[in-house]
């Protein structure tokens, strides 16, 4: 956690610099194009998002916690593309809320969480790989 409060603090301050210097590069903001909700649809059934994210969070918990193994890591990848998959999915049909966007965004930190912890090759810090034992 402190490694990214950290990182959010010093992008903090490049922006108040850049801004500051007025040397932002406000192109690249107006190329991007405005958000298009033609044939989508309001996500009526919010209670599929909220299914997704506690299986998110119980296999977070489970499988990726303190404690961890090779095979219980290789486990928590599989379960985390199935997640990813459906998120997906809904993200392509429906009127961006703020529960799809909060979703997308706890996706993409687990599978960066699970990825590192694969790569890891040695026990550092809070979290425990047991094979690496």
Not at 39 to 50: A, H, N, P, T
Not at 59 to 76: C, H, K, T
Not at 91 to 116: C, D, F, G, K
């Amino acid at each position: 956690m402190l490694e990214g409060l950290v990182f959010g603090h010093n992008a903090a301050m490049k922006t108040v610099e850049l801004l500051n210097e007025n040397s932002f590069n406000f192109d690249d903001l107006k190329a991007v194009p405005e958000w298009n909700e033609e044939g989508m649809k309001i996500m009526d059934e919010m209670v599929i998002i909220s299914y997704l994210r506690k299986q998110l969070q119980e296999m977070m918990s489970d499988l990726v916690g303190i404690v961890r193994s090779n095979r219980r890591l290789n486990m928590a990848l599989q379960k985390h593309q199935e997640i990813a998959a459906a998120v997906d999915e809904i993200y392509h049909y429906s009127i961006l809320s703020p529960q799809l966007s909060e979703l997308r965004n706890l996706t993409t930190v687990a599978h960066l969480i699970i990825t590192q912890s694969m790569e890891m090759t040695e026990n550092k810090g809070a979290f425990y790989n047991k094979d690496l034992a």
